[in-house]
């Protein structure tokens, strides 16, 4: 499976962005899929992850309410529809997929497979 990560950009504060992560190779329906993000000078972070079609969505406190993980199975695709961003959002974005146990989903090191990061500058 490689994954491609898209949909980064320059916004203001309170708009949205949808960022998405295809798939190619594979079919990922049975992958957990996770997004995090790094900032500069920053450790990479959780974000949000779904737990194959049909599964549970977990995300990080800071986005929780305003982050929303999608999957569509036919496009072979996970979204994640950020709303009300703000510029502490700013950062590279990555789509990563793995066989992910519960207790490990919020580590980078439990993802096997990562797309290139997607750039989201947030402005004041």
């Known amino acids: 499976v490689q994954l491609q990560a898209s949909g980064g950009g320059l916004v203001q504060a309170g708009d949205s962005l949808r960022l998405s992560c295809a798939a190619s190779?594979?079919?990922?329906?049975?992958?957990?899929v996770g997004w995090f993000r790094q900032a500069p000078g920053k450790e990479r972070e959780f974000v949000a992850a779904n737990r194959w079609s049909g599964g549970s969505s977990y995300y990080a406190d800071s986005v929780k309410g305003r982050f929303t993980i999608s999957r569509d199975s036919a496009k072979n695709t996970v979204y994640l529809q950020m709303n009300s961003l703000k510029p502490e959002d700013t950062a590279v974005y990555y789509c990563?997929?793995?066989?992910?146990?519960?207790?490990?989903?919020?580590?980078?090191?439990?993802?096997?497979?990562w797309g290139q990061g997607t750039q989201v500058t947030v402005s004041s």
């Open positions: 990563a997929a793995g066989q992910v146990i519960v207790s490990t989903i919020g580590w980078p090191s439990a993802y096997r497979i």
């Open positions: 190779g594979s079919t990922f329906s049975t992958y957990t």
